[in-house]
Nanobody, 121 residues
């Protein structure tokens, strides 16, 4: 059994900050690329940022300079520091990871349940 559990979402005013966290647990041998996606009402899910096991990062143009992704490989955690938030950042944010599991010794792509971020005055 594998879990990705997000936390840290909530309501914040424009210009404010939030920090999202994602904890991976269960039968996991290794985690490769981890990422945050988001989905706003009526829109497709989109990549916000990703980070490889070695620490290489990639950001959507819309969040560059405002959002920082990081991970702790020892603790199997992923974080997203979001600053200067805008109403258009309102969405459900999902944690995603490539996981090596012992069953069949195979890689799977796994999603968390999501956490709501609302930016509004």
């Amino acid at each position: 059994q594998v879990q990705l559990v997000e936390s840290g979402g909530g309501l914040v005013q424009p210009g404010g900050s939030l920090r999202l966290s994602c904890a991976a647990s269960g039968s996991i041998l290794q985690i490769n690329t981890m990422a945050w996606y988001r989905q706003a009402p009526g829109k497709q899910r989109e990549l916000v940022a990703s980070i490889t096991r070695g620490g290489s990062t990639n950001y959507a143009d819309s969040v560059k300079g405002r959002i920082t992704i990081s991970r702790d490989n020892a603790k199997n955690t992923l974080s997203l520091q979001m600053n200067s938030l805008k109403p258009e950042d309102t969405a459900v944010y999902y944690c995603n990871a490539d996981l090596l599991i012992p069953v069949g010794l195979r890689w799977i792509n796994y999603w968390g349940q999501g956490t709501q971020v609302t930016v509004s005055s």
